[in-house]
DNA sequence: TCATTATTTCAATGATTATTGAAATAAATA
DNA sequence: TATTTATTTCAATAATCATTGAAATAATGA
């Protein structure tokens, strides 16, 4: 990955608002949730939610599809397993080991 | 983890200069590296790799340790696996499973 | 002490970003 | 067609952030 796209996916998530959405959808996984839902869900201004949303989509963290004259909203896991990668890559490759250098217990429920 | 605590260390992530330096110290594990060193693998002036040392260590996922003139800095791995954690927690627990949603191989070489 | 090396702080500038209210688009139903 | 529902776009404002150059602090060695 290159350090742009992981700085763009990191900016995408450092956001209360936009990293609520994105909990909140890796909760629901590959069903999705539409725009609306998740508008109640978090008490966010359609207007807002939806600059929020084309964010994440941008970074390339969730896709969408059109269901009737609803959107509906989905994590895209491949994207953000590659960015928590890139965090962790070649962890302690040229240094010491440290003992809390190990892999988290990610997305146990899956 | 406090969203806000999360949204502290991503937008600590989200600049090319700070992911840099994170992903180098990480690199190195344990033993960490003084500043000067940093700025001239990454080619930064001392002043702006300053401040943006400043912001990992505020949000917490690097420390620092005086060694003579020397300033050393090291990662947080308990700081960054909590927050690896916090992405991907309850992954799917309120919908269908995701494929995609499977543990990265973080950290494979300690 | 004086000079050198390492790192941090400060102030000014320019750029990016979130928020708000209002309006526009788009799909479904009466 | 007209109306309602769902979502997005637009424009203005306010706030935050990175960069630069210069100066300050701190530790070491001559």
């Known amino acids: 990955m290159k350090i742009e796209t992981a700085v763009t996916r990191l ?18 996984g590959a069903d999705g949730m539409p725009a609306g839902e998740i508008a109640a869900a978090l ?42 990668d890139y965090l962790t890559e070649n962890c302690c490759a040229d240094g010491a080991l440290d003992a809390a250098c190990a892999p988290p217990q990610n997305c146990q429920d899956c």
């Open 11 to 28: 900016t995408a998530l450092a956001q209360v608002h936009r990293l609520a959405v994105f909990r909140l959808l890796v909760r629901k």
């Open 43 to 84: 008490k966010l201004a359609p207007n807002a939610l939806s600059f929020h949303l084309k964010g994440l989509s941008a970074a390339g963290l969730i896709t969408s599809r059109q269901d009737g004259r609803y959107v509906i909203y989905s994590p895209d896991f491949k994207a953000m397993n590659g960015l928590l």
